[in-house]
């Protein structure tokens, strides 16, 4: 087998996991959170704080772009499916006007902000360089589906359009309307993840790197409990309706 045609083979298979690589990383990422305490101990309380806030922004502004581009697009494309991929048109327009995987980009910048909460520059390195080497075999296997699905369009979109790093000047307005409840349905479950990596990130450094009382820790950062419990609340209305409603259903724009 060649190479290419191996990584592809690779990136089928990964595909159907992609939801769940990161946990891979959970081990390690514990290690080095046990160490953490070099910020505060060197630059103080206060940077620490700050680093964490920055972590967190970061990771908003990922499912931040995240709903800018599902927002936009028609059913059964840009989806959460793991099971195959499927495109019922191709995506040029919006975000994929700027770059052809605004989703994975999308996901790093989540992904970032969580990585850069452990505070090591060693495990951040090791993890980005896991989540390029991971990626770059599934957007090689949806690049040849996509190029065997649509042909000289791909073909043509692929040659102006950058894999991962936007160019703003090639910008072409969406072909459909942003949709509010399309964005809802899709991305509600990030929401969540985004709440309750920043609250159990930021409890456990409180517990058990700065050895606070939990009733101290819940004094000094209510801000966390109230942003997870809103996360909470907005994942389980979001659900309930998606799942027991139709106020979400708009027509050709379902997951």
């Not at 206060?46 to 772009?65: E, I, N, P, R």
């Not at 949709?179 to 409890?203: C, D």
């Not at 979400?248 to 379902?254: I, N, Q, Y």
Request: proline share 4%; net charge positive.
């Amino acid at each position: 087998m060649k190479m290419m045609d191996s990584l592809i083979a690779q990136g089928r298979y990964l595909f159907q996991w992609r939801s769940y690589a990161p946990l891979v990383l959970l081990p390690v990422a514990a290690m080095e959170f046990g160490n953490s305490s070099w910020v505060s101990t060197r630059f103080g309380i206060a940077v620490d704080d700050g680093l964490d806030l920055f972590c967190l922004c970061c990771s908003v502004t990922g499912v931040g772009l995240r709903i800018l581009t599902v927002g936009f697009v028609p059913s059964s494309t840009s989806g959460r499916s793991t099971t195959k991929m499927r495109a019922a048109q191709l995506n040029t327009t919006g975000m994929y006007s700027l770059l052809r995987h605004p989703l994975y980009a999308a996901n790093f910048v989540v992904f970032l902000g969580f990585v850069l909460a452990v505070k090591s520059i060693v495990f951040v390195l090791l993890a980005t360089m896991a989540f390029v080497v991971y990626y770059e075999r599934i957007i090689l296997a949806e690049e040849q589906f996509l190029e065997m699905s649509y042909g000289d369009e791909f073909r043509d979109w692929a040659a102006r359009t950058p894999a991962v790093i936007p160019r703003f000047p090639s910008w072409a307005s969406p072909s459909l309307p942003f949709s509010w409840r399309a964005a809802m349905q899709r991305e509600y479950h990030g929401v969540l993840l985004v709440g309750v990596v920043f609250f159990l990130s930021k409890l456990s450094e409180g517990l058990i790197i700065r050895q606070q009382t939990i009733q101290n820790w819940f004094a000094n950062e209510r801000a966390y409990v109230i942003m997870l419990l809103l996360c909470s609340i907005f994942y389980s209305v979001a659900s309930y309706i998606r799942k027991r409603t139709n106020l979400l259903a708009v027509g050709g724009r379902g997951p």
